[in-house]
Nanobody, 119 residues
Framework: QVQLVESGGGLVQAGGSLRLSCAASGHTFSSETMGWFRQAPGKEREFVARISPNGYNIRYGDAVKGRFTISRDNAKNTVYLQMNSLKPEDTGIYYC????????????WGQGTQVTVSS
């Protein structure tokens, strides 16, 4: 019954910014580890960011370190991905995911939101 819905994707020029949101169903969101992944055309899914339930344990993929910021608002059951200094290689479908057991195996996935960065 978990539902994750991403929003905020779109078309942006290189160097610009976007903020993605992921709205989660249920009232147990505050105890769930959340992650962001992306998949570029013709490529495998790539890890982007991960955040612990209380927001204190955060990890980023090497390709986005220093440019992207993951955060969460447990009162709104929402996790965010702030993307700055966007590059064309950031283009892809961005997925929100939930790691129920905090074991790095993600159990639930959103439908994805498209991010396109033009040069």
């Amino acid at each position: 019954q978990v539902q994750l819905v991403e929003s905020g994707g779109g078309l942006v020029q290189a160097g610009g910014s976007l903020r993605l949101s992921c709205a989660a169903s249920g009232h147990t969101f505050s105890s769930e580890t959340m992650g962001w992944f992306r998949q570029a055309p013709g490529k495998e899914r790539e890890f982007v960011a991960r955040i612990s339930p209380n927001g204190y344990n955060i990890r980023y993929g090497d390709a986005v370190k220093g440019r992207f910021t993951i955060s969460r608002d447990n009162a709104k059951n929402t996790v965010y991905l702030q993307m700055n200094s966007l590059k064309p290689e950031d283009t892809g479908i961005y997925y929100c995911a939930l790691d129920r057991a905090s074991d790095y195996t993600y159990d639930y996935w959103g439908q994805g939101t498209q991010v396109t960065v033009s040069s």
